[in-house]
């Protein structure tokens, strides 16, 4: 029993302290971690997959209301945290892009230590928010990566049934410009622009 609740205190912690300021120091752990690891400029394939993630935040951005119904439209449709995912995506991008191997393998092993227990936090919050059209959108799509099998997303029926605002299922520019989308490209220019400048840097000396 005192392990049991020894361990659960740990964990509370732990949950508590990823839930404070922990992604804006891990960005910065992350920046310093680029600036020793790009020795080479960044290459097409990597710089692609950090686009990608730009442009699914982006478009995320344009579907997420902070109101009495869930987000169901756009990448909503495929995951349940399509923002999580972009991040995830321009981070691997970044350290594919500066052939950093070992780099892309810590990035995923923190953004699960991290995020899972966010997004487990944060769920726990939007079905007291939501309630049953949440419960019912989590079992028709999947948490972080897009299903294989059974069919991609749920049908048109199924989601007006989660959230019937039809308005809610098209992309809203304004939406997006209210919820700061633009940042999403911004980063990535500066991320890439960012390696490039460090590389430079590092074929000089």
Not at 31 to 36: D, E, I, R, Y
Not at 68 to 73: I, K, N, T, Y
Not at 95 to 122: K, M, P, R, T
């Amino acid at each position: 029993m005192m392990n049991a609740t020894t361990n659960q205190n740990h964990l509370s912690w732990y949950r508590g302290w990823v839930q404070g300021k922990t992604r804006i120091v891990l960005a910065w752990v992350f920046a310093l971690l680029l600036g020793f690891s790009a020795r080479e400029y960044p290459t097409w394939p990597g710089i692609a997959l950090c686009f990608v993630g730009a442009a699914v935040r982006f478009w995320a951005s344009g579907y997420l209301r902070k109101d009495s119904r869930p987000a169901v439209g756009g990448p909503y449709a495929w995951v349940r945290n399509p923002l999580y995912l972009g991040t995830y995506l321009m981070a691997l991008g970044v350290a594919w892009a500066i052939q950093n191997w070992v780099l892309l393998a810590v990035i995923s092993l923190i953004f699960a230590g991290i995020y899972h227990f966010i997004i487990l936090d944060e769920e726990a919050k939007l079905r007291k928010i939501f309630g049953e059209p949440y419960a019912l959108y989590c079992k028709q799509v999947a948490r972080f990566f897009p299903k294989v099998w059974p069919p991609f997303v749920p049908s048109q029926a199924v989601l007006q049934q989660i959230n019937p605002e039809l308005e809610h299922h098209r992309f809203s520019y304004e939406l997006a410009m209210k919820n700061k989308a633009q940042e999403a490209f911004l980063s990535f220019f500066g991320l890439i622009a960012f390696v490039v400048a460090i590389a430079y840097f590092w074929k000089q000396f």
